[in-house]
């Protein structure tokens, strides 16, 4: 059985985003009904919509007519879910909004998908990621040579919303096996936005400027090219690795007996002393080629990578190993290739994959759905995952952030670190990835601490972890030695490799999968460099896909009563977040690829500068672009050719010339008035004040120990059982006590923990 066998979900999305969350559910054995207006196979053009529609029936009927509606209306009297990515308004145009739906049929999970926000100016347009990256400041984050914004060639927030509504859906349903009761679930595109970027500032603390080139920043964590041409990454993200790093290239010498950092190693991490680490670390890496650097870094154990190509990396034995890759005939097009789910769940797994097919509406069985048990909801709604506990043993980003969704939704969340903390504590933006949290510190090594912890996962739900290879198996906490103390406990470990043996042992981090994914080289483009995303791509969706994972087997463990297991990687995640990119067939256009500090996909969907600041366009119809003519007096050309006309063309540089002298305000003025879809590039500053974003509640500030914070209000919003995150991050320690308590430990046993130092008091 697979975790969602037995729900019928309807898929009315136009777009990606809600086609996307669907495949998961798919995935995981949902019957999914495409409800498809025209019947028109997308995937030729656009080869993803193969891959987000797999597994599901294509029903052609159009909402927008009478009998469509009619006909959809009873297909939802039958379904579990229902997914929606409508504008603001039009679903309560045609009574498919969820007040509307969850009150006709109270069991349904009604779940809409909007491109942009809610409510607000911007939120009408047709969906964009460059109008979505320009408003949230995506665009502005990612670093370029000119200072420009960056169009980035994967729609990484629109990736994140699917991610983050397939798990939002999935906690929904968690929630109606105890209540008895569907509900809306909302999840913007600033809500996926909000989980690719962290935005999270402490009031009155220095800002934060940790990358500052397409390269990347600091020297420890930065590309380099080659004596070949070719580029490696250096992932030396933590001091330990990097003296390795400088050590193995014969760098520490010389960097130990310049002036500006006179035999301290601390003076060589901060500036001055970094930018002479990075000029003697550019030049020692031009004297040899790559695979020599490569060689000779990976002997002393430095995380580092190669600068590969998506199609070497998804026809790699990596990918291979992890079988992630998929072949699926189609009757036309031949053997389509496609990522298939990035994480495994080992008690209700994947189901067979197979490419959409089409069905009439009379070969879809009538369904109807089980009435709510008598008294179901008359308790005061609670948090979608509230009851839920989950020890999360996670550092850095990865595995952490996985728990911090899921304290978004109502769990109980422990962070449970050693006495030194996760190494991660310093930047700002730990307090996004751990927010929600309570602190335990623990010291595993011990004895007493291991036993206090494994009684403590007798009373808990979830235990998830991003150990290295054989760090559980050391600590004697692997999965089938927690299931020996709680059979329903559900274990999800996230890896670097998966299930490549030859590299499983190797320290892994996000851009060395962003190298050799391909993604950097996909965003500089063919004859140019290689760019550094500033978007931690693999950890955020790892993140996103493990939250989704975890709900679907809390789900699956309500019929079957039984944990099981949930692994997953980097290196499996590197390909989910490019899936739309990596589907190929004999004759399929060619995935998008960028360039150097990258202004659009085309001229017109594209950066433009203005008087005073820069602007997002995009027309994707015909009518869009002759009103683009009209608001800026230019003369309309082949309206066709005009939509695939190239980011640096003619017809781009005439839009350029006329948009530049005009102030901004005026420029979007004009374009909005002839109906244009464009909206202004904001800056990561501009975010916390932003009119828009401020409408739809988009960031708010709390309180931390540390002092005032600002950072994301959440990943979803659930109608009938609100959630919010319980906690700030924690600090070290903070709440180890409580929690020890909270799990029924005795008092003398906690003054004994702490005295032996198994367990750290705050």
């Not at 709680?486 to 060395?512: E, K």
Request: proline share 7%.
């Amino acid at each position: 059985m697979s975790a969602f066998a037995g729900l019928r979900v309807l898929d009315f999305s136009g777009y990606f985003v809600g086609a996307m969350a669907a495949m998961h559910l798919a995935d995981f054995g949902a019957e999914v009904i495409k409800l498809d207006p025209t019947g028109v196979e997308r995937g030729l053009t656009e080869p993803g919509y193969l891959a987000w529609n797999r597994n599901k029936q294509r029903l052609v009927l159009d909402i927008g007519t009478p009998d469509g509606l009619a006909a959809a209306r009873t297909l939802i009297a039958g379904a579990d879910v229902a997914i929606f990515d409508q504008p603001p308004g039009v679903l309560a145009g045609l009574g498919l909004d969820a007040e509307t739906l969850t009150a006709a049929h109270p069991r349904l999970v009604h779940a809409w998908a909007p491109p942009y926000g809610e409510t607000g100016r911007w939120s009408g347009f047709p969906p964009s990621h460059t109008l979505l990256s320009a408003i949230t400041s995506i665009a502005m984050r990612q670093p370029s040579y000119a200072h420009s914004p960056v169009h980035l060639v994967t729609p990484q927030a629109y990736y994140a919303q699917a991610n983050c509504l397939a798990a939002a859906i999935g906690a929904a349903l968690v929630e109606r096996e105890r209540s008895g009761q569907g509900q809306g679930v909302v999840v913007t595109g600033l809500n996926g936005a909000a989980q690719v970027v962290s935005g999270t500032v402490l009031h009155g603390a220095p800002p934060a400027v940790l990358w500052t080139s397409p390269r990347g920043g600091a020297p420890s964590y930065r590309l380099y090219e080659c004596a070949d041409g070719l580029f490696l990454f250096l992932g030396t993200l933590f001091p330990n690795f990097y003296m390795r790093a400088l050590d193995a290239t014969d760098v520490l010498g010389e960097v130990l007996v310049h002036p500006e950092i006179d035999g301290d190693l601390d003076a060589a991490l901060v500036q001055p002393g970094a930018f002479v680490t990075l000029a003697l670390l550019q030049e020692k890496f031009l004297t040899r080629p790559r695979a020599e650097w490569l060689e000779v870094l990976q002997a002393a154990d430095v995380p580092c990578g190669p600068v590969g190509t998506r199609e070497a990396w998804f026809s790699g034995p990596t990918v291979a190993a992890n079988r992630i890759r998929l072949e699926l005939d189609h009757p036309e097009l031949g053997v389509v290739s496609m990522p298939g789910s990035s994480v495994r769940l080992a008690g209700t797994p994947a189901v067979e994959p197979r490419l959409c097919r089409t069905v009439d509406l009379e070969a879809i069985p009538a369904r109807a759905i089980a009435e709510a048990p008598a008294g179901a909801g008359a308790a005061a709604a609670a948090a979608p995952l509230a009851g839920v506990k989950i020890l999360d043993l996670g550092n850095v980003i990865a595995a952490p952030y996985a728990a911090t969704i899921l304290a978004s939704f109502g769990a109980d969340v422990i962070k449970v670190e050693g006495p030194e903390g996760d190494p991660f504590r310093n930047p700002p933006t730990f307090l996004s990835y751990n927010r929600g949290k309570r602190g335990l510190a623990l010291d595993l090594k011990q004895d007493a601490a291991r036993q206090v912890f494994l009684e403590m996962v007798a009373g808990a739900d979830v235990v998830l972890d991003n150990f290295r290879y054989g760090v559980r198996e050391r600590l004697g906490i692997t999965y089938e030695q927690l299931r020996q103390i709680n059979p329903r406990i559900i274990s999800l470990s996230v890896t670097g490799y998966g299930d490549d043996v030859a590299r499983q042992t190797l320290p892994a981090f996000d851009p060395l999968l962003q190298a050799e994914s391909g993604l950097m080289q996909a965003q500089g483009g063919e004859d140019d460099e290689p760019v550094f995303h500033a978007i931690p791509v693999n950890d955020v969706t790892t993140a996103a896909m493990s939250a989704f994972a975890i709900v679907a087997a809390l789900l699956a463990r309500e019929r079957t009563g039984e944990g099981q297991e949930i692994s997953t990687s980097l290196a499996t995640t590197s390909v989910m977040a490019q899936i739309g990119q990596l589907v190929s067939f004999a004759g399929a256009p060619p995935a998008a690829m960028g360039s150097r500090d990258c202004l659009g996909s085309s001229a017109l969907e594209r950066f433009y500068e203005c008087e005073g600041g820069w602007i997002a366009l995009a027309c994707p119809t015909e009518a869009h672009y002759r009103g683009l003519c009209e608001a800026l007096g230019l003369e309309p050309g082949d309206a066709a050719a005009a939509l695939t006309a190239p980011r640096d063309g003619p017809l781009a540089a005439a839009i350029a010339a006329a948009l530049r002298p005009l102030d901004r305000a005026e420029a979007l003025a004009r374009l909005d008035a002839a109906g244009v879809p464009a909206a202004p590039v904001i800056t990561a500053p501009e975010t916390y004040a932003d009119p828009f974003l401020a409408e739809n509640g988009y960031l708010e500030t709390y309180a931390h120990p540390k002092g005032t914070v600002t950072g994301a209000t959440g990943y979803a919003r659930f109608l009938r059982t609100p959630a919010r995150f319980p906690h700030p991050a924690p600090l070290l320690a903070q709440h180890s006590l409580e929690v020890l308590r909270d799990y029924g430990v005795a008092e003398d046993r906690i003054a004994a923990l702490v005295e032996s130092g198994a367990v750290l008091q705050a």
